[in-house]
């Protein structure tokens, strides 16, 4: 999120292509989505964002667990930033794309989005 924040979106997305397999196996992937939400919001990946905030909404609601202020802070400005680029009907279907979608799915689209950056 640091990075994030900073504007170092490469450096962002290097970091977690990185710690997504880790997320993965620790089984809190899903728990930190919204901030890899937020990173691909910034880099414009919108439809990758919504998402994972698709999945995270899902976790939440199965676990009944609360958002941090953090996680608060990057799903509102995720949000925010695809809802001034993407038509509100595109924006929906996303989010229930991602509400259906496996960690599997999720983690390869942000291991292609890494590798697609690694390539320019």
Known sequence: AALTA???FDAALAVA???VP?????????A???VLACLMARRQSH?????LLGAADRFRAACG??????????????LALTEAASPPQRVLQWQAEGAAASDDELSAQ??????EAARL
């Open 110 to 115: 942000i291991t292609a989005a890494h590798a």
């Open 47 to 51: 439809d990758i964002a919504m998402r």
């Open 22 to 30: 880790l997320l993965r196996r620790s089984g809190i992937f899903l």
């Open 6 to 8: 900073r504007g170092e």
């Open 65 to 78: 667990s609360c958002r941090n202020i953090t996680e608060a802070r990057c799903r509102t400005q995720a």
């Open 32 to 34: 930190r989505a919204d």
């Open 17 to 19: 292509a990185e710690a």
